[in-house]
């Protein structure tokens, strides 16, 4: 089976830009979490989707948003970038909603602002 | 606001020798408890999933035990590998608040051949 796939794996871009992040869970999961992880702050949770639907938000600005589609991908979308938003992305699945399956990680995205 | 702190931020030991590695966490009404380890630009496996209801789970070398009243979680590590060398997280799901999981900020495990 295969294992969470984020794409792309590596981003440059600059202050001002926008980016999108994307993310394939695990075949026959449904829920998918996203987490900024940085040097300084460590993981911190972004947001949580479950059936196409947000269920949870981390404290992130506004320009942090996200949808999940039918088929349980999700995608992750950063406006007006800044230079403090550069971090590893990192998106996880796991089969349902409060159920205490273990959640399974991607290796994340890489997002560099220049 | 769960808050969850790990320490010590980094450990070595010499290869062969049992540990273990601490994770306190501040909000009791815990859904479940999980540990993780994350290799260098990689991201997170899942190593083992403690529910509220349970104290412990097992998994080959690896044993986890999860104390709600005291809010502490503990992962022990028996006879140590350098394949063990990797970052440690904790994180906490729950069962109110806003955040899927809440993590700690990991312990720096160098296991010395």
């Known amino acids: 089976k295969a294992g969470v796939t984020q794409t792309p794996r590596y981003l440059i871009k600059t202050r001002g830009q926008q980016v999108t992040l994307s993310c394939s869970p695990i075949?026959?999961?449904?829920?998918v979490s996203w987490y900024q992880q940085t040097p300084g702050q460590g993981l911190q949770f972004l947001f949580e989707?479950?059936?196409?639907?947000?269920?949870n938000k981390g404290n992130f600005p506004g320009r942090f948003s996200g949808r999940q589609f039918s088929n349980s991908r999700s995608e992750m979308n950063v406006s007006t970038l800044e230079l403090g938003d550069s971090a590893l992305y990192l998106c996880?699945?796991?089969?349902?909603?409060?159920?205490?399956?273990?959640?399974?990680f991607g290796n994340g995205t890489r997002l560099t602002v220049t | 606001k769960q808050e969850v702190t790990q320490i010590p931020a980094a450990l070595s030991v010499p290869e062969g020798e049992n540990l273990v590695l601490n994770c306190s966490f501040t909000?009791?009404?815990?859904?479940?408890l999980q540990w993780f380890r994350q290799d260098p630009g990689k991201g997170l496996t899942s190593l083992l999933l403690?529910?509220?209801?349970?104290r412990e789970q097992t998994s080959g070398r690896l044993n986890a035990s999860l104390d709600k009243s005291s809010g502490r979680s503990t992962l022990y590590i028996a006879a140590s590998q350098p394949g063990d060398s990797a970052t440690y997280l904790c994180?906490?799901?729950?069962?109110?608040?806003?955040?899927?999981?809440?993590f700690g900020t990991g312990t720096r495990l160098t296991i010395i051949p």
């Open positions: 996880a699945s796991s089969l349902g909603d409060r159920d205490n399956s273990p959640l399974h």
């Open positions: 075949s026959g999961h449904r829920s």
């Open positions: 989707y479950f059936s196409e639907t947000q269920r």
């Open positions: 909000d009791s009404a815990i859904y479940n």
């Open positions: 403690i529910q509220s209801s349970q």
């Open positions: 994180a906490g799901e729950s069962n109110f608040g806003n955040e899927k999981l809440t």
